[in-house]
């Protein structure tokens, strides 16, 4: 059974930093494509940043130089540094991992943004 599992979200004044962390369970994690998603308040699910199975990074536009993707193989757990928040940072974080075609999504973890 495939589960990921997302945590550390919470408020957080402007300026500040969380890391989220996803937790993998019952996939080739070595192999997997892992990305973090978000979903604002009445708006659409949008990459924000993906880490591949070779370690190379993508980033949205909005989130660069700011949010720092990893991934430790050894424990199949991602993780998302994100530093300078703004509050339009605000919305629903989604961990989702890309495994040989097939997608898998965690629960959400809640970020929200204080100005």
């Known amino acids: 059974q495939v589960q990921l599992v997302e945590s550390g979200g919470g408020l957080v004044q402007a300026g500040g930093s969380l890391r989220l962390t996803c937790a993998a369970s019952?996939?080739?994690?070595?192999?997997?494509?892992m990305n973090w998603y978000r979903q604002p308040p009445g708006k659409q699910r949008e990459l924000v940043a993906a880490i591949t199975s070779a370690g190379s990074t993508i980033y949205a536009d909005s989130v660069e130089g700011r949010f720092t993707i990893s991934r430790e193989n050894a424990k199949t757990t991602v993780y998302l540094q994100m530093n300078s928040l703004k509050p339009e940072d605000t919305a629903v974080y989604y961990c989702?991992?890309?495994?040989?075609?097939?997608?898998?999504w965690g629960q959400g973890t809640q970020v929200t943004v204080s100005s």
């Open positions: 019952g996939i080739w994690f070595s192999i997997a494509t």
């Open positions: 989702n991992a890309r495994v040989t075609s097939n997608d898998y």
